[in-house]
């Protein structure tokens, strides 16, 4: 953990950068006409967003020429958590939005996305193009019966076309929802089930890693078990033909129809997207048209310092919130870059290739990326021009100091290095990115604006320069608006408002510094986490066990004091059954096709048993904690296991792998 005697920094913009920067001149304007502190930068304007949050997200609202067909009675109605209502009686529409650069003759031909694979360069499209294609798709979905509220879902990479579609369903205000095609059939069902989805996007395969992987079984299945379908559009990536009954993408976009934006109320769903469902089914994610606009506004046009000229790259699928993240650029006027295709191929500095050929200006990744080119000997500045990157900002997991170090020496001495911190269940980063600040090495710059972010030690008292549990204590409009399929909104409450009510608490450990950053210690609750994208440990366990040697599994992810990730799964096995090298190659390839090559385990070690709680859960959080040096006594209540000797093999693993390290 870093000192709060505020040390020296890593970086430091200098004047020019802070004059320049857009949330320097939001808080002018704000000073002028919203009474926002015009003195104590980034410190101050954050305090005033706080204690006065619905003037700031007026404030946010008007400076980004939010357009409210219909005006709200006032910003907020109702601050509660869970069921804050914002701008009641506005109407909006996120698409219209999205594509206003279009209506500007002067950009309308500029790329609004860029988009690249492993076989083909860099291909724009151009804001006008978009706007034709969405309006075209628009007016096809109407025609199909589709309908505001209706959920609309994509089985599809990190394409153009998914972006298109994804307009298109927020314009006719249905709801859209995706998943990547590198998750198995079972897994997409687990999500597009709860939602009941009338129209299908998909692909009939994908390229990763050098290799064609045809999804043509895959999507055959989904179709037979989503009953509620009313039409399948057929996206040949690959170049087959549409199957018997679906509906060719081509025609579906060659119109020419002005785009017609559904104008729906602030809170009207536009998309639902998953948790990683570790104690079950994923939970569906509800998130609303205005309060993803405001709160994507206010993080990428001010946070992230993005707006027309800029090319925003992410490295991401269409499987995990950074895609909705990155599409939502194209909000600030800001080319979109899309790259579909293996992170680490055709080798492991590919993606400084893909920032270097797009003219990315803001290059996104995961910690893990930027770790495994420092472990790879990679040098981006040395093989690559880079001059256009200005930032590079990761997620996934904390970017480790040496992570600092690397990029600050590998890719440049004047690089914002931004390391940010969300959730999917927000859609957003409760802190991270400020072009203001300086940067220390193993710390988030600063908690967002709008964001009442504290560190709580268990009885809810604020915390500074110690761990405790991430909370945010007001609202943000980005929150969800319910989960799907909970009517009484009871698994919401329990997701996040159990330990503290009233007060969102996420499930991560954290530090706030003296100087006001954020250091994050990892999860403090089960979530895998890997290479950036999360994931579920039910889904292993269910593939897992079908296997029939394999009586019971449990799999854990660790992040490690070198930045690296480690995810071993244990397994107790049948009797007579024996963990050999043919036993670890099927477990292997079980999770690779029935789920993705993500979900293989680094590890996989026979264990006298599982241990659970007394009604029967797998105890996956204190195993954790013991695999991560945390002595038996503290790292679960005694009481509360079926086999306490059970939890002594981890802790003797954990003794033994600190043996090995030192």
């Known amino acids: 953990m870093t000192s709060s005697a505020n040390p020296a920094p890593l970086w430091q913009p200098d004047a020019d950068r802070i004059a320049a920067a857009r949330i320097t001149r939001f808080q002018t304007w704000a000073a002028d006409r919203y009474g926002a502190p015009a003195e104590g930068g980034y410190p101050a304007l954050h305090r005033w967003s706080v204690d006065r949050l619905e003037t700031f997200w007026q404030a946010v609202a008007d400076w980004f020429d939010v357009r409210f067909s219909t005006p709200g009675e006032r910003v907020l109605a109702d601050r509660a958590m869970p069921g804050a209502r914002w701008f009641p009686g506005a109407t909006l529409n996120y698409a219209e939005h999205a594509l206003r650069t279009a209506e500007d003759p002067a950009r309308a031909h500029e790329p609004a996305l860029i988009h690249m694979d492993e076989a083909h360069d860099p291909a724009p499209v151009s804001w006008a193009e978009l706007r034709r294609q969405v309006g075209s798709l628009a007016a096809e979905l109407r025609a199909l019966g589709v309908r505001p509220g209706d959920r609309v879902s994509g089985y599809l990479p990190n394409i ?15 709801t859209w929802t995706s998943c990547a095609p590198d998750f198995g059939a079972r897994s997409v069902l687990d999500r597009f089930q709860q939602v009941e989805p009338v129209v299908l996007f998909t ?4 390229r990763y890693g050098g290799k064609e992987h045809d999804r043509t079984d895959a999507v055959a299945e989904l179709r037979r078990e989503l009953p509620t379908l009313r039409a399948v559009v057929h996206v040949p990536l690959l170049g087959s033909p549409a199957p018997e009954g679906a509906l060719e993408w081509s025609a579906l976009t060659a ?5 017609v934006f559904e104008q729906v109320p602030f809170d009207h769903p536009l998309w639902v997207l998953y948790s990683s469902g570790t104690t079950g089914l994923p939970k569906a994610i509800v998130q609303s048209q205005g309060g993803i606009l405001l709160e994507h506004f206010k993080q990428l046009g001010l946070h992230c310092d993005l707006g027309p000229g800029d090319r925003f790259f992410w490295y991401t699928s269409t499987g995990w919130m950074m895609w909705n993240f990155l599409v939502s650029g194209l909000l600030t006027g800001t080319t979109v870059v899309l790259y579909d295709g293996s992170p680490g191929h055709p080798d492991t500095g590919a993606q400084w290739a893909i920032a270097e050929r797009t003219g990315a200006t803001l290059f996104g990744t995961s910690a893990a990326y930027v770790m495994a080119c420092r472990k790879a000997g990679v040098h981006p500045s040395r093989d690559h021009e880079l001059s256009a990157v200005r930032c590079v900002a990761t997620t996934g997991s904390p970017l480790p100091p040496d992570g600092f170090r690397w990029l600050h020496d590998e890719v440049g001495q004047d690089l914002w290095i931004a390391s940010v911190s969300g959730g999917t269940d927000v859609c957003s980063c409760f802190a991270g990115a400020v072009p203001t600040l300086p940067v220390h090495i193993g710390e988030l710059q600063a908690a967002c604006l709008g964001t009442d972010l504290q560190s709580w030690d268990p009885h809810g008292r604020p915390l500074v320069g110690e761990v405790g549990e991430l909370v945010v204590t007001n609202p943000m409009p980005s929150m969800p608006i319910r989960f799907w ?3 009484d909104g009871s698994r919401y409450r329990d997701s996040y408002f159990e330990m503290f009510p009233g007060v969102w608490r996420h499930g991560d450990w954290i530090t706030i510094t003296g100087h006001g950053s954020v250091v994050i210690h990892g999860r403090s609750d089960s979530t895998l986490n890997r290479q950036g994208v999360r994931m579920g440990s039910a889904d292993i366990y269910e ?3 079908r296997l029939p040697e394999i009586r019971e599994s449990l799999v854990i992810g660790l ?5 690296g990730y480690w995810m071993p799964l244990f397994v107790h096995l049948a009797p007579g059954a024996a963990l ?4 670890r190659s099927r477990i292997k390839r079980t999770i690779r096709e029935q789920l993705s090559p993500r979900h293989v385990p680094d590890e996989i070690i026979e264990v006298p048993g599982v241990p659970h709680t007394l009604t029967g859960k797998r105890i996956e959080v204190p195993v954790k904690r013991l695999l991560q ?6 790292a679960v209540n005694p009481g509360s296991v079926d086999d306490l000797d059970l939890l002594r093999f981890y802790e003797d693993l954990a003794r033994e792998r600190a043996a090995g390290r030192g």
Do not use: C, F, I, S
């Open 629 to 634: 040096g945390t002595a038996l006594t503290r």
């Open 543 to 545: 593939v897992v066990e």
């Open 160 to 174: 153009p076309q998914a972006v298109t579609a994804l307009l298109a369903t927020a314009a006719v205000g249905a």
């Open 203 to 206: 692909v009939d395969g994908y």
């Open 255 to 259: 119109g020419d129809a002005e785009p």
């Open 559 to 563: 992040e490690e004091p070198d930045g």
């Open 580 to 583: 050999d090298d043919d036993l």
């Open 485 to 487: 399929n909970d009517p």
